[in-house]
């Protein structure tokens, strides 16, 4: 890899709403790369503690495409399954968290890992 930045990489700040207000303001920024190619697939809020079951389409950082999906899509049936661009694998598909009746993504075991985050997307 050259030493060079890529001209699409760009450093993005957390969100703070009612959300992260409501889960004692514990803010941590997650890459969500794909198990099968190893490549990133989004940049990802997470806060509160807790076990990163699901991830809400509102805190989908970047890329852009899939950030402001939360604003295109109404209902779980606009939502498409969450895949890795660069090996066409399946690593979410589309949810309504019933306790808050936000649209969110259910993470499929195996298909993904994550990897801590300073808000530069995609990665070094």
């Known amino acids: 890899m050259s030493d060079r930045e890529p001209a699409n990489r760009r450093q993005y700040r957390p969100r703070k709403d009612k959300y992260a207000k409501t889960r ?8 969500i790369m794909c198990a099968a190619c190893r490549q990133p ?3 990802y809020q997470k806060d509160g503690p807790g076990a990163l079951l699901r991830l809400y389409l509102d805190r989908i950082l970047a890329p852009p495409a899939l950030a402001d999906m939360h604003e295109r899509c109404a209902s779980k ?11 066409g694998n399946v690593i979410a598909v589309p949810m309504v968290y019933a306790k808050e009746k936000r649209l969110a993504f259910r993470l499929i075991k195996g298909r993904w890992f994550k990897q801590r985050s300073t808000g530069l997307f995609p990665p070094a």
Do not use: E, K, Q
Not at 24 to 31: A, E, Q, V
Not at 77 to 87: E, F, M, R, Y
């Open 24 to 31: 004692r303001g514990s803010i941590r920024l997650y890459t």
């Open 41 to 43: 697939v989004l940049l």
């Open 77 to 87: 049936s606009d939502v498409p399954n969450l895949v890795c661009a660069h090996c």
